[in-house]
């Protein structure tokens, strides 16, 4: 069962093939290894963990929202965080008429996001205001949901990076560490195991 751990950059669609007249690049600009599909999805503009399989009941796995999966995004955000701010991501907001399911979300120290790598091109800042970053982690994926979520609290997004996928309860999640914008790595012998253990356990919800 051939599954990769890509960190995708910005500016590169979820998808090996190039949209005819798109500004951005596909997957098959990063990745020359037949017969693998992402499982999920970032937009164009975010960064971050994106799994490729070969294996299509993996692919469905990972991606059906019943299952409820953590995702974690560390996101640059325009303005100072408030606690308040905070409360309300994690008790759910109401996003174009439908409430958001329950989340985590943090403050974020410098000394875990000082040493990110510049993201290409860089985001755009403005002198007069301040950012921050905060991490938030949810268990469904609505378009552009992180997005519309920190819009709400008055936080707009400047910069969204998936961090870790968490597939399955007291086991370490698949993440980015090791991974540089644009590499990709075979997923280790131990996390084969955890994916094969996974679809066993095909028909536990979360």
């Known amino acids: 069962m051939l599954t990769l751990l890509l960190n995708k950059p910005f500016g590169v669609l979820s998808q090996f093939t190039r949209e005819t007249g798109s500004r951005w690049g596909s997957l098959a600009d990063l990745v020359n290894v037949p017969n693998v599909y992402a499982a999920g999805r970032l937009d164009a503009d975010s960064e971050g963990l994106l799994i490729l399989t070969e294996n299509g009941r993996l692919q ?117 560490e090791g991974l540089e914008p644009g590499q990709w790595r075979p997923v280790s012998r131990t996390e084969q195991q955890r994916l094969k253990a996974l679809l066993k356990n095909q028909g536990a919800r979360r």
């Open 60 to 176: 469905q796995r990972i991606t059906d929202p019943r299952f409820g999966h953590w995702r974690t995004y560390w996101v640059q955000v325009e303005g100072l965080i408030e606690e308040s701010q905070l409360t309300a991501l994690e008790q759910g907001l109401v996003i174009q008429g439908q409430r958001t399911r329950p989340a985590r979300a943090a403050s974020l120290d410098a000394d875990l996001w000082c040493d990110l790598p510049e993201r290409t091109p860089p985001i755009r800042v403005r002198r007069s205001i301040p950012t921050s970053w905060l991490s938030i982690s949810l268990r469904e994926g609505r378009n552009r949901q992180v997005r519309r979520m920190t819009a709400a609290v008055g936080l707009p997004t400047l910069r969204l990076i998936r961090r870790s996928i968490d597939l399955m309860d007291g086991a370490p999640p698949l993440s980015l």
